[in-house]
Every structure is written in structure tokens, then in C-alpha cells.
């Protein structure tokens, strides 16, 4: 057992794309963060959450430990804290983790890059599944950013020194195309377009089941998992309109191949709102789980199983050029894993 109050150094992957206390990161990043962890004494019973967070971990300021509740960063008995204002009991066992600070800037690093188109004005790129998009806590190099500045030099200065030129961004394990501005002026139309239907967004995912209708649109907003506040969730109230339209495109044993267009771009869109219509994606640790458990085709579920990042590509973007306003479509080709899994599925 640790004492009252104990802190081990602890590497954890987080599965969040929130907005933490350092800034924002895609998820799937590796963090490097301290985990602390205390005991409530009778002392502190009953009070809020926070509040006992304040007095036990004095280092850190009250407003700091209520965003790391808010951001699935404290545990209470090994179950994450609903909310700052949640009473804590006698005996409990709280957990904070502490995402150390990320870079402060990136550095170019000559990392291999799949360019699919370049001009003056921006980049497409293919990125492969497993690259983080750019540095953050724990990722301070190896990612694509670095890699851009290697290969591209010339980005725009609108993300700053650790998201030069990134316009959109796609999780960890997410393949596929992205759009990089080359500059600054470049960078404000394509965000402008990518907040609108301006920009056309088509992804391929692998589901569990078969889709009824074939093809529709699922129209739920998205906020915080009020259970789980690292995951997402289609919820009744506080979340943000999101639009996602879907097409069957092949039915495979126990699963299914279907196209996605976002209307909306929010957190972990696709696979909140496939995982909302009871379709989770294949392979996706936060949303789905080993549902290929329940498959009776041993064969099957083997294939499944090995499959351990989620199911999706972004297959396509079609967008006005930031200069002469040309409608132009890039297309990245479905990643190897990914194909491979869909061959050994048919």
C-alpha cells in the first residue's frame, strides 16, 4: 500500500483529444506525466472534491486540479471524478495525474513523408497510422511536424511554433490525407473552408454488424462522456451539433465497410456517432472493445483481434484552392494494415 501521500513517476497513453492544461494534442498521444496519489482522512470528508485536491496537493492551484477533473486526470478509488464539486469520503484514495509541460517548439527532422501534392500554396500529405501530428507532452520530435520542416521548410505561422501549417488534424492511429497551408493567408482560407462545406471530408471506416438503412445521417451532438471524461459521447445536453453522413459501401462477414462524410468536424466524430448508431468501429480500443469475442468464426475473430488500432481513413478531401479558388481532390490510398485486414476479411 502507498503512504497517505506518495508520487510515482508513471507513462500512460492518453486517449483524449480535450484541450488540456498545457495546450491542445491529438489523441492516442504517449504522455509522460506524475501520478500522485493521497488518502481522505476524516479531516477532509465531505468537502468538495477540489477543494480536498487543494489542500492535499498545495504545489497546485485550485483552478488547475479542477481542469484536471474536468479532463479525466483524477481518480477517486481507480474510478475516474465525475466533477470538481463531488464530495470525497473518509478513506478514499485520490489520484492526480500530471501531464508534464510539452515543447515549447519543434524541430525539423528528416522523418519519411508520403507528399501527395505541393504547390506555393499548400501541401497534401499521406499520413500513415500511428505518426502523432505534432509535438506535444511526450512527443517532443518523431512526429509529423517535424517531419514537415524538414521536407517542407516553408508552413504557415498561424499554429504556431508547435503546429506550423497544420490546418486539420487526425488522431494517432487515424490514416490518410491532411492539408498543410504553406503560409499565412493560405492557412486562413483553408480553416475557413474546413469550418464549412466548403471542404468536403470522406473517410473509410470498418464496422461491427451491417448498417439499417444502407445509407443516412446521423445528426447528434457530441460533449464529454459525463461517465468518462477522456472519451466523448452523443449526449441530450451541453455538446456541440454534429452532422456525419454515411454510406454502405461492402458487406463483409460480422462486418462492414462504410463511408463517412463529416458535415461537422468534433472530437472523435466518426467514431462516437458510428459507436451511438450501434456500429462501433473495428479495432477501436476507447469506443469498441474486443467485440470480436462475440463473433463464432474462430477464423474471424483472429483476423479481428490482430487488428488493434481503429478502423479509419481519411480516403479524400475535396476543397477551393486558398489562391484561385480551383476545386481540387486528394486522394490518399487505403493504408497497408488496412487493406490488409479488408483482404483477409473477404
Known amino acids: 500500500m502507498l503512504p497517505p501521500h506518495s508520487t510515482r513517476i508513471a507513462r500512460c497513453c492518453s486517449t483524449s483529444l480535450s484541450t488540456n492544461v498545457y495546450g491542445s494534442h491529438p489523441e492516442n498521444v504517449t504522455l509522460v506525466s506524475t501520478t500522485s496519489e493521497a488518502a ?20 497546485h492551484s485550485r483552478n488547475f486540479l479542477a481542469r484536471l477533473i474536468e479532463e479525466g486526470r483524477v481518480r477517486v478509488d481507480d474510478r475516474v471524478a465525475a466533477k470538481p464539486s463531488q464530495r470525497v ?17 519543434a524541430v525539423s527532422q528528416d522523418l519519411p513523408l508520403t507528399i501527395l501534392y505541393e504547390d506555393d500554396d499548400l501541401v497534401a500529405i499521406d499520413k500513415p497510422a500511428g505518426l502523432v501530428v505534432h509535438p506535444a507532452a511526450g512527443h517532443a520530435d518523431g512526429t509529423l511536424v517535424n517531419a514537415l520542416l524538414f521536407h517542407v521548410k516553408d508552413l504557415s505561422g498561424v499554429g504556431g511554433e508547435i ?12 490514416s490518410g ?20 462545406d466548403a471542404m468536403r ?30 472519451r466523448m459521447a452523443v449526449v441530450a445536453n451541453g455538446g456541440r451539433r454534429a452532422v456525419t453522413d454515411y454510406e ?30 450501434g456500429h462501433p468501429l473495428v479495432g477501436d480500443p476507447l469506443y469498441s472493445g474486443p467485440q470480436w469475442r462475440g463473433i463464432p468464426d474462430k477464423k474471424v475473430q483472429r483476423t479481428l483481434a490482430s487488428f488493434t488500432r481503429q478502423a479509419l481513413h481519411a480516403a479524400r478531401i475535396t476543397l477551393p484552392h486558398p489562391r484561385s479558388g480551383e476545386r481540387m481532390t486528394f486522394v490518399a490510398p487505403l493504408a497497408p494494415d488496412f487493406a490488409a485486414l479488408l483482404d483477409a476479411l473477404r
Do not use: N
Not at 166 to 173: P, Q, S
Open 163 to 174: 503546429r506550423p501549417g497544420i490546418v486539420h488534424r487526425l488522431d494517432k492511429d487515424t
Open 89 to 105: 469520503e473518509d478513506g478514499q484514495r485520490v489520484a492526480i495525474d500530471v501531464p508534464d509541460a510539452a515543447p515549447s517548439s
Open 177 to 196: 490525407v491532411m492539408v498543410i497551408a504553406k503560409h499565412d493567408d493560405a492557412h486562413r482560407r483553408l480553416t475557413e473552408a474546413w469550418s464549412t
Open 248 to 277: 454502405l459501401r461492402e458487406r463483409l462477414r460480422y462486418v462492414s465497410l462504410v463511408q463517412c462524410r463529416l458535415r461537422t468536424g468534433r472530437t472523435h466524430q466518426i467514431r462516437v456517432h458510428l459507436k451511438h448508431a
Open 201 to 230: 471530408k470522406e473517410y473509410l471506416a470498418l464496422v461491427y454488424g451491417t448498417p439499417d438503412p444502407d445509407r443516412g445521417t446521423i445528426d447528434a451532438a457530441i460533449g464529454r462522456d459525463p461517465r468518462d471524461r477522456k
Open 40 to 59: 481522505i482522512t476524516p479531516a477532509h470528508a465531505g468537502l468538495r472534491l477540489d477543494r480536498a485536491l487543494g489542500i492535499l496537493f498545495p504545489e
